[in-house]
């Protein structure tokens, strides 16, 4: 396993943003977190990555007991993440902002070999033509793919996708779920937040759902599709679960 | 090395280097008097901007650590008798120490919790000093005129005094170039841009911003030992001047933050106004306010300063000025 959650809640005052959650990702697979806006979902993230601190609970990554762990730790370790909403290092080069993820994530290299690295990545996720113009002055499917970028830069083990395919078009999703996959054969674990469900059920091979913070189903795509409990809770309006059906 | 190949760095350096040389060529005592002031502000200015231009802290009282410098440098060599060189390099160590030990408290502060958090340790020690017998309690200490004996002389130790200081400006210079061509540096500039994203990208900011703050406070300790051992006398309240630490603010925002030359550009061209202005009946009363305005214009037209405007304009400029 290389990420196991066990009965993790995070309050904010009275309320319960993420409530009693558990569950294990094996090695090299994806899952999908869906579930409606405000369940809880990149809470349980900013927890995973020790931006938070639980309220309670328990979080393992690689055998090693990360609840208490700062960000850094949580980097160093391998665990990389992207932003749902973007955080661009504005007037720093998107070189610059890529070299950052190599510097300082899970390889702790020197600023030679970190360009070096940032050089590959930007060409991997397709941003080596905006390589020298700052970070601010890119666009918003191009800042997405930076926070990608920074994120795989840092060589993590396990990578945190937080709506990356949000606000993309079409063929913008279509060119982000290639990299996705191709991530995923590099031998990274993923897990992905997203709204768009023909693609989380595409590119899962498991998923688990978020309703007002707590764990109300998991799965193969197929199997959460269907559960009832899902498509009332989940989507709460019979045809967008029609939709959910069909896709 | 590659890094040493940056023509921004030897500009930076040669400025320096020619305009630090003219009193010797001219052998005039008036224009070293002048240059002193004038690198003494651009070491204060580009030491400022190690915290300030790189991390994204403002620190409002940074001239506590001229102070607290200057007074144990001087200590050790009106009650001590110890030499220029070790008092110099003692006041370098004890600003350095309180930066090390104030950035593990206050620079979890942010933003303007910060800068109201210098302001209040710079009076709090301005305060104990009055207090602090040892150190000659709110009428400071002196040096007997026999000290610069050990120097071939008074004219004599003014000019070492003047070397030494050129040699700390190169020193900052140099240092405060290094920092930014670092992995060290680009740690602080992620800090700068979003901490808590470079926090999740694997900067450890509280330690990055400690030693930023503690480089920052070096040179200042330096110098504050050089002037005070010039001046002859130091007392509380010239030591912790306030109204020095916000020029400070002012140079480097003048000269552009964040670059290797703006703070050499904006020490000395502040200066030069500021002299001119001191000559004028009218402004002589009214240099803060001045400076306050000034500050206000710049963060309003220029908020990168002029080597930031410079550098913005195009590539060669870019690649020019560090
Ligand atoms: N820092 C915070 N302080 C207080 N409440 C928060 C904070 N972060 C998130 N929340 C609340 O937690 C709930 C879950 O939010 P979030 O995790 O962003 O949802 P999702 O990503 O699933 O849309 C929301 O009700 C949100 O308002
Ligand atoms: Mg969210």
Same mark, same amino acid.
């Given at each position: &396993?290389?990420?196991?959650?066990?009965?993790?809640?995070?309050?904010?005052?009275?309320?319960?943003?993420?409530? =009693?959650?558990?569950?294990?990702?094996?090695?090299?697979?994806?899952?999908?977190?869906? +579930?409606?806006?405000?369940?809880?979902?990149?809470?349980? !993230?900013?927890?995973?990555?020790?931006?938070?601190?639980?309220?309670?609970?328990?979080?393992?990554?690689?055998?090693?007991?990360?609840?208490?762990?700062?960000?850094?730790?949580?980097? $160093?370790?391998?665990?990389? %993440?992207?932003?749902?909403?973007?955080?661009?290092?504005?007037?720093?080069?998107?070189?610059?902002?890529?070299?950052?993820?190599?510097?300082?994530?899970?390889?702790?290299?020197?600023?030679?070999?970190?360009?070096?690295?940032?050089?590959?990545?930007?060409?991997?996720?397709?941003?080596?033509?905006?390589?020298?113009?700052?970070?601010?002055?890119? =666009?918003? /499917?191009?800042?997405?793919? *930076?926070?990608?970028?920074?994120?795989?830069?840092?060589?993590?083990?396990?990578?945190?996708?937080?709506?990356?395919?949000?606000? *993309? =078009?079409?063929?913008?999703?279509?060119?982000?779920?290639?990299?996705?996959?191709?991530?995923?054969?590099?031998?990274?674990?993923?897990?992905?937040?997203?709204?768009?469900?023909?693609?989380?059920?595409?590119?899962?091979? $498991?998923?688990?759902?978020?309703?007002?913070?707590?764990?109300?189903?998991?799965?193969?795509?197929? /199997?959460? #599709?269907?559960?009832?409990?899902?498509?009332?809770?989940?989507?709460?309006?019979?045809?967008?679960?029609?939709?959910?059906?069909?896709? | 090395?590659?890094?040493?190949?940056?023509?921004?760095?030897?500009?930076?350096?040669?400025?320096?280097?020619?305009?630090?040389?003219?009193?010797?060529?001219?052998?005039?005592?008036?224009?070293?008097?002048?240059?002193?002031?004038?690198?003494?502000?651009?070491?204060?200015?580009?030491?400022?901007?190690?915290?300030?231009?790189?991390?994204?802290?403002?620190? !409002?009282? $940074?001239?506590?650590?001229?102070?607290?410098?200057?007074?144990?440098?001087?200590?050790? &060599?009106?009650?001590?008798?110890?030499?220029? *060189?070790?008092?110099?390099? /003692? +006041?370098?160590?004890? #600003?350095?120490?309180?930066?090390? @030990?104030?950035?593990?408290?206050?620079? %979890?502060?942010?933003?303007?919790?910060?800068?109201?958090?210098?302001?209040?340790?710079?009076? #709090?020690?301005?305060?104990?000093?009055?207090?602090?017998?040892?150190?000659?309690?709110?009428? +400071?200490?002196?040096? $007997?005129?026999?000290?610069?004996?050990?120097?071939?002389?008074?004219?004599?130790?003014?000019?070492?005094?003047?070397?030494?200081?050129?040699?700390?400006?190169?020193?900052?210079?140099?240092?405060?170039?290094?920092?930014?061509?670092?992995?060290?540096?680009?740690?602080?500039?992620?800090?700068?841009?979003?901490?808590?994203?470079?926090?999740? &990208?694997?900067?450890? /900011?509280?330690?990055?911003?400690?030693?930023?703050?503690?480089?920052?406070?070096?040179?200042?300790?330096?110098?504050?030992?050089?002037?005070?051992?010039?001046?002859?006398?130091?007392?509380?309240?010239?030591?912790?001047?306030?109204? *020095?630490?916000?020029?400070?603010?002012?140079?480097?925002?003048?000269?552009?933050?964040?670059?290797?030359?703006?703070?050499?550009?904006? +020490?000395?061209?502040?200066?030069?106004?500021?002299?001119?202005?001191?000559?004028?009946?009218?402004?002589?009363? &009214?240099?803060?306010?001045?400076?306050?305005? @000034?500050?206000?214009?710049?963060?309003?037209?220029?908020?990168?300063?002029?080597?930031?405007?410079?550098?913005? %304009? =195009?590539?060669?400029?870019?690649?020019?000025?560090?």
């Amino acid at each position: &396993m290389i990420l196991e959650l066990k009965n993790v809640t995070k309050q904010f005052g009275g309320l319960t943003a993420v409530d =009693n959650v558990s569950f294990s990702l094996p090695k090299g697979q994806i899952l999908g977190l869906i +579930g409606p806006n405000g369940a809880g979902k990149t809470t349980l !993230f900013n927890c995973i990555s020790g931006v938070y601190s639980l309220t309670s609970g328990q979080v393992i990554f690689n055998q090693q007991d990360i609840t208490d762990c700062k960000p850094y730790h949580a980097a $160093h370790l391998g665990l990389a %993440r992207t932003h749902q909403i973007v955080r661009p290092l504005n007037e720093l080069t998107v070189r610059e902002n890529v070299t950052v993820g190599a510097c300082f994530g899970r390889e702790d290299h020197g600023l030679v070999e970190a360009t070096r690295i940032a050089d590959e990545i930007m060409e991997f996720v397709g941003l080596e033509e905006r390589a020298d113009v700052l970070a601010g002055s890119l =666009n918003v /499917a191009q800042k997405k793919r *930076l926070e990608m970028a920074r994120a795989l830069a840092a060589r993590p083990y396990l990578l945190l996708l937080d709506e990356v395919l949000a606000g *993309l =078009n079409l063929s913008e999703v279509a060119e982000m779920l290639d990299t996705i996959y191709q991530i995923q054969e590099k031998g990274i674990s993923i897990i992905m937040i997203e709204h768009i469900m023909h693609a989380v059920m595409n590119v899962s091979d $498991h998923v688990i759902v978020l309703n007002y913070g707590e764990l109300i189903a998991e799965g193969t795509p197929e /199997a959460v #599709a269907e559960n009832p409990q899902v498509i009332e809770a989940y989507l709460g309006s019979p045809e967008l679960a029609d939709k959910l059906l069909e896709d | 090395m590659k890094t040493f190949r940056s023509p921004g760095l030897w500009l930076t350096l040669g400025i320096v280097i020619v305009a630090a040389g003219f009193p010797l060529l001219a052998g005039s005592a008036s224009l070293r008097e002048m240059m002193f002031v004038v690198l003494m502000s651009v070491t204060l200015a580009s030491s400022l901007n190690i915290l300030l231009g790189y991390t994204g802290y403002v620190s !409002f009282g $940074h001239i506590v650590f001229f102070g607290l410098g200057g007074y144990v440098g001087f200590y050790t &060599m009106a009650e001590l008798g110890w030499n220029l *060189l070790p008092a110099t390099l /003692a +006041g370098g160590v004890a #600003a350095a120490v309180l930066a090390f @030990l104030l950035g593990k408290s206050i620079l %979890r502060l942010r933003g303007a919790y910060f800068a109201l958090a210098t302001i209040g340790i710079n009076e #709090a020690l301005k305060a104990f000093v009055n207090n602090f017998g040892p150190f000659g309690g709110p009428t +400071g200490m002196e040096l $007997h005129f026999s000290v610069y004996k050990n120097y071939g002389g008074a004219t004599q130790a003014l000019w070492t005094t003047y070397w030494g200081l050129v040699l700390i400006t190169l020193l900052v210079v140099l240092t405060s170039f290094l920092v930014k061509r670092s992995k060290f540096g680009l740690g602080l500039m992620a800090i700068r841009e979003d901490e808590d994203a470079a926090e999740v &990208m694997g900067v450890v /900011a509280p330690d990055a911003k400690t030693w930023a703050f503690v480089l920052s406070a070096i040179f200042p300790g330096l110098i504050g030992v050089l002037f005070f051992f010039k001046n002859g006398n130091i007392e509380p309240e010239d030591a912790f001047r306030l109204q *020095l630490s916000i020029e400070m603010i002012v140079m480097l925002m003048l000269g552009g933050q964040g670059t290797v030359l703006g703070p050499v550009i904006g +020490g000395a061209t502040y200066q030069r106004v500021r002299g001119f202005l001191l000559t004028s009946p009218i402004f002589k009363n &009214m240099q803060l306010a001045v400076a306050g305005l @000034l500050l206000l214009l710049i963060v309003l037209f220029i908020p990168s300063g002029a080597v930031g405007w410079l550098r913005a %304009r =195009n590539d060669t400029l870019r690649r020019l000025l560090e």
